[in-house]
């Protein structure tokens, strides 16, 4: 009589959440990255509606990594936790970051900016550290 074939472990499943091809999350990146106007004649960064669209797409995306993620059972409920935790942090940071955003040519927004950017680095790092868990 065969066994029954075991699924994926939840932590595989997680794993596999977090290195899937983000197509959608690239081009809202991309999107982000366009909105943001630097030129010879305009030294000041200036933003387009498109960089306030894009950091709402990838919030959006890193928000329904963590629905789908949360809802996975796991043995490895503290990678889980970890990887949850991260990206938390990271949708926090991308919020921040928004919020500084109308004020980034001047000397707080500049400064809210940088900050966001920093909570933002560590959180995709512990992500990466919360991923490495996984396996």
């Known amino acids: 009589m065969a066994r029954p074939r075991r ?7 997680i794993a596999d959440i977090l290195d ?3 197509t959608d999350l690239n081009q809202a990146m991309a999107t982000t990255g366009k ?4 030129s010879a004649q305009n ?3 200036s933003l387009s509606r498109g960089t306030y669209r894009g950091l709402r797409v990838v919030r959006a995306e890193y928000q329904s990594m963590r629905r789908r993620i949360q809802e996975i059972e796991t043995g490895r409920e503290d990678a889980k936790a970890d990887v ?5 942090r990271f949708d ?3 919020g921040a970051y928004a919020k ?21 680095k560590r959180a995709s ?5 919360a991923r490495s868990k996984l396996t």
């Open 7 to 13: 699924g994926k472990s939840g932590a595989r499943r």
């Open 20 to 22: 899937a091809p983000q």
């Open 35 to 38: 909105g943001f106007f630097v």
């Open 43 to 45: 030294p000041e960064a």
């Open 84 to 88: 949850l935790d991260a990206l938390t």
């Open 92 to 94: 926090s940071a991308l």
């Open 100 to 120: 500084a955003l109308p004020a980034a040519n001047g000397g707080t927004g500049a400064a809210a900016l940088v900050k966001a950017a920093g909570k933002a």
């Open 125 to 129: 790092a512990d992500l990466e550290k």
